[in-house]
């Protein structure tokens, strides 16, 4: 069994059990970022000398990362140690068990995660082709077209 804080919670874990979602937001950033690279998460494990389940139970916030592995995340990965804690809304940061436990009347369901969208699959796609075309006006059009449609769409939405 694991052991309780004083405050009765798991460490890092939120009263009903369920992940902070600060390490939620550090293993979808991980997950990103290996995606982006292209790498497997088999590769990841064995450049950290790690198994994939536990890279799996990283990027799932199901594990905690201490600061050494995040360290040896940002080298493999190719980021500053920042990049994991980067995007972060107010709503996850405001989490932080520093902030709970200083803030008890603050409820855990202000906040629900929503996870990111650069996990789609498609989204990942999207950014890594967008990322290989070699010219930046030709990167720009294509930012342009996509605000523009974007803009249409939402526009549509709002009609019905």
């Known amino acids: 069994m694991r052991k309780k804080s004083i405050n009765g919670t798991v460490r890092g874990r939120l009263s009903d ?17 290996r995606s982006l690279l292209g790498m497997s998460q088999e590769r990841l494990a064995a450049e950290l000398g790690v198994t ?3 890279v799996q139970k990283y990027e799932r916030g199901l594990n905690r990362i201490g600061a050494s592995r995040l360290w040896d995340l940002a080298q493999v990965l ?6 994991f804690y980067q ?3 107010t ?4 989490r932080s068990p520093r902030k709970i436990y200083a803030n008890p009347g603050l409820s855990e369901d202000v906040c629900e995660f929503d996870m990111d969208v650069l996990l789609r699959r498609d989204v990942t796609a999207l950014l890594r082709a967008y990322t290989k075309i070699p010219d930046s006006k ?8 996509v605000i523009a ?8 939405e709002d009609r019905d």
């Open 91 to 94: 709503n996850t940061s405001d």
């Open 52 to 54: 994939f389940q536990q």
């Open 17 to 33: 059990g369920t992940p902070n979602p600060i390490d939620l937001h550090v293993g979808s950033r991980v997950r990103m970022r």
């Open 138 to 145: 030709v990167q720009r059009n294509l930012l342009d077209l």
């Open 149 to 156: 449609l974007a803009g249409e769409h939402a526009v549509e």
């Open 78 to 83: 190719g980021v500053n140690v920042d990049f």
């Open 87 to 89: 995007d972060i809304d």
